[in-house]
């Protein structure tokens, strides 16, 4: 089933059981933020892949996601700082004209994550600490380390996936990918290598 969502445009990736902090001044974004209180408090958050979200123009991808407005505060000059958790992926079947904001049909993507899929959480989870051991050595500020994990496969996998130090393009491969083994099996790969450059970092400082 397809339905208009109003659209967030970012320049970073959004992923399903994490929580999104935003800080509103456009106007367009403003109204968005009102509209979406006034209905069911969802919009859709995509991640740029050309231009700038700034007065619009921009270029987006097609798999984003659904972001539930769960508190908003009034900051000075009319600002608002909106927190917002993601609650599932979708798919853009059409673009609508921005007017008064980003606007799409889209299509919610269904997680085909079962119980007792026997997930390399665990596995993924220590080469996740291991690259920010190594990026806090290296004198990169990674903040704080002591995350825990949900008991769920699912949320442990989005929550695994948004703790990574990735850059957009490679969040972005990861959301349109389906919490599977292949979601896993790709965030090693690329935790592999940045914790290879580290090293290389580490040993040649």
Known sequence: MSYQLPMFPLGSVLFPNTVLPLRVFEPRYQRLVDDCMAGDGRFGVVLIERGSEVGGGDTRFAVGTIAQIAAIADLEEGHRLVLAVGTGRFEVDQWLPDDPYP??????????????????IVETEMKLRRTLALMSEAGYDVGDTGFELSEKEGVAVDQLCALAPLSPLDSQRLLATDPSPERLARLQALLDEEIAVLQHQLGSG
Not at 108 to 120: C, N, R, V
């Open 103 to 120: 606007l799409a049909v889209i299509s919610e993507l269904t997680d085909p994550l079962t119980p007792g899929s026997d997930l390399p």
